[in-house]
């Protein structure tokens, strides 16, 4: 019995490490229905999001705004969701 409750332990232990490296367990999926997007010459754009993607492997938001596709770093984009 104990080899078993030994082995469930690791098993967890192990689940919890392996995920640590992940952002989240689950892929989860966000409303956002307005945005504020800052450009690299200081202005501002703010409009419904038509479209936006994050990307897993950078800091790098993509945002659709009138059909105009932006793609910024994270710290300069505010999506809202109303």
């Not at 993607?53 to 984009?77: A, F, P």
Request: charged share 20%; aromatic share 8%.
């Amino acid at each position: 019995m104990k080899k078993y409750i030994l082995l469930a332990a690791l098993l967890i232990v192990s689940t919890l490490a392996l995920s640590a490296c992940n952002k989240s367990l689950l892929d989860t999926t966000y409303k956002f229905d307005r945005a504020i997007v800052k450009l690299a010459d200081g202005s501002t754009v703010t409009g419904k999001v038509q479209a936006w993607t994050d990307y897993e492997d950078g800091d790098q938001i993509q945002v659709k705004i009138d059909n105009v596709t932006y793609l910024v770093h994270s710290t300069d984009v505010t999506l809202i969701s109303e």
